[in-house]
């Protein structure tokens, strides 16, 4: 009896701990279509502060994965916030993933249209009584549709993961400037053109993933938004995170964001890349946690963020 009783008393302990990990699907109905998401709800028998995440750009998935590589990072996020008695809710952009026919062809998209799903997002959420708080947390291009979301008044907080703090076009430069002459020169006059609002009609073959004729409506639309000025909009606590490894945005970016709202509090964190994983600054080498999985979030990310969200 008492080996039964034993056995019994694991498997409730094995139950619960399932029961704090559980996910469950949640969707967002538009007019264009449904876009499809996660809610992971720690069992609590009060109410609990709810994270919206918002993922990057390109094909990037609710879990921070895209057709060209699967790291998991978004999941994982979403999987400790857990641990912490923190709700979440992620989702496929629309025209990503499950989430594929609420978008419309590539020509039509357009970046307000992410920043309108995610103030729906949080109109959705904030129905729902199990929640104390929204916070948003943007990663990387969904720092900037999360920024301007969150200037919303249902959210509590908002939280930039390797966020831009310059506007996209001159990001891209940043960006650019890593590659040979033969790809930054041709770039440059592009950039410059979309920013005044112009399509770009000859765009040479080796840029043409970058530039083609059917994103340059939306690039011309992201471009008109300077990050500074969308955070200093906001009237609630921001937390800046940004890894020191990060080959795609920098400290500098960190900083920008930070001066621009005295509500804003900043978070180097050392040895942390784009994807928040551990990584080396050796460009090579840092790409290529971003096809591992298997690879865990950067060490006390998750604490540094559960104590900004309960604090």
């Known amino acids: 009896?008492?080996?039964?009783?034993?056995?019994?008393?694991?498997?409730?302990?094995?139950?619960?701990?399932?029961?704090?990990?559980?996910?469950?699907?949640?969707?967002?109905?538009?007019?264009?279509?449904?876009?499809?998401?996660?809610?992971?709800?720690?069992?609590?028998?009060?109410?609990?502060?709810?994270?919206?995440?918002?993922a990057g750009s390109g094909p990037t998935d609710r879990n921070g994965n895209n057709p060209m590589m699967t790291?998991?990072?978004?999941?994982?996020?979403?999987?400790?916030?857990?641990?912490?008695?923190?709700?979440?809710?992620?989702?496929?952009?629309?025209?990503i993933a499950q989430s594929r026919d609420a978008g419309?062809?590539?020509?039509?998209?357009?970046?307000?249209?992410?920043?309108?799903?995610?103030k729906a997002w949080v109109d959705l959420i904030d129905e729902d009584s199990r929640f104390s708080e929204i916070i948003?947390?943007?990663?990387?291009?969904?720092?900037?549709?999360?920024?301007?979301?969150?200037q919303k008044r249902e959210v509590a907080k908002f939280i930039s993961l390797e966020g831009g703090g310059i506007p996209a076009?001159?990001?891209?430069?940043?960006?650019?400037?890593?590659?040979?002459?033969?790809?930054?020169?041709?770039?440059?006059?592009?950039?410059?053109?979309l920013e005044k609002g112009e399509m770009v009609d000859s765009v040479p073959q080796m840029l043409y993933s970058l530039f083609r004729p059917s994103v340059q409506p939306y690039m011309i639309l992201w471009f008109k938004y300077n990050p500074q000025e969308e955070i200093a909009k906001l009237d609630k606590p921001i937390?800046?995170?940004?890894?020191?490894?990060?080959?795609?945005?920098?400290?500098?970016?960190?900083?920008?964001?930070?001066?621009?709202?005295?509500?804003?509090e900043k978070l180097i964190v050392e040895g942390m890349?784009?994807?928040?994983?551990?990584?080396?600054?050796?460009?090579?080498?840092?790409i290529q946690t971003y096809n591992n999985p298997d690879l865990p979030l950067k060490e006390g990310l998750i604490e540094s963020l559960a104590e900004f969200i309960k604090e």
């Open 104 to 118: 419309p062809e590539e020509a039509n998209i357009r970046f307000d249209n992410f920043v309108d799903d995610a």
């Open 169 to 193: 076009g001159d990001l891209l430069r940043e960006q650019l400037k890593n590659q040979p002459p033969m790809v930054l020169n041709p770039s440059l006059p592009i950039i410059e053109q």
């Open 239 to 264: 937390l800046i995170v940004q890894g020191t490894t990060d080959i795609q945005t920098s400290i500098s970016d960190a900083e920008k964001l930070a001066k621009a709202n005295d509500n804003a």
């Open 71 to 95: 790291n998991n990072s978004l999941k994982m996020l979403a999987e400790g916030l857990a641990g912490k008695n923190i709700a979440s809710v992620r989702y496929d952009k629309r025209g």
């Open 1 to 54: 009896m008492k080996l039964f009783t034993s056995a019994l008393l694991l498997l409730v302990i094995c139950s619960n701990i399932v029961a704090q990990t559980e996910e469950e699907p949640v969707t967002l109905e538009t007019p264009t279509g449904n876009i499809e998401g996660t809610l992971w709800f720690p069992s609590s028998s009060g109410k609990i502060p709810v994270a919206l995440i918002i």
């Open 136 to 150: 948003i947390i943007g990663h990387s291009e969904g720092s900037l549709i999360g920024m301007i979301a969150s």
């Open 273 to 286: 890349n784009h994807i928040l994983k551990d990584a080396e600054a050796d460009r090579q080498k840092n």
